[in-house]
């Protein structure tokens, strides 16, 4: 499956944005979705998943009541609604699908375990 990000930005500290994560090529209901980030000198980390369905999300305790995420299977699409935004949330964000954990229900924050990754959008906050 092919991945395409986009709506990254220049944001001021507080603000929001949405991005938004394309596919095509395959049955996007076959895969759970994960938005994760990478700041520079930092590891890429998970920020937030959603199951194939878009009954079940999974999220870090950073980004919670303040990051949603949601998809729209008929588009073959997943967002990631992101409000109250901080400098530290400041890094390149990546969507990426996985089907292995799709099929038991599981969501997965290892990065190793998604099969598909977009390329990439910057969100850049400033204080």
């Known amino acids: 499956v092919q991945l395409q990000a986009s709506g990254g930005g220049l944001v001021q500290a507080g603000g929001s944005l949405r991005l938004s994560c394309a596919a095509s090529g395959r049955t996007f209901s076959n895969y759970n979705m994960g938005w994760f980030r990478q700041a520079p000198g930092k590891e890429r980390e998970f920020v937030i998943g959603i199951s194939r369905s878009g009954g079940n999300t999974r999220y870090v305790d950073s980004v919670k009541g303040r990051f949603t995420i949601s998809r729209d299977n008929a588009k073959n699409t997943v967002y990631l609604q992101m409000s109250s935004l901080k400098p530290e949330d400041t890094a390149v964000y990546y969507c990426?699908?996985?089907?292995?954990?799709?099929?038991?229900?599981?969501?997965?924050?290892?990065?190793?375990?998604?099969?598909?990754w977009g390329q990439g959008t910057q969100v850049t906050v400033s204080s």
């Open positions: 990426a699908a996985d089907s292995d954990s799709a099929r038991s229900g599981y969501i997965s924050t290892i990065w190793g375990r998604y099969e598909y």
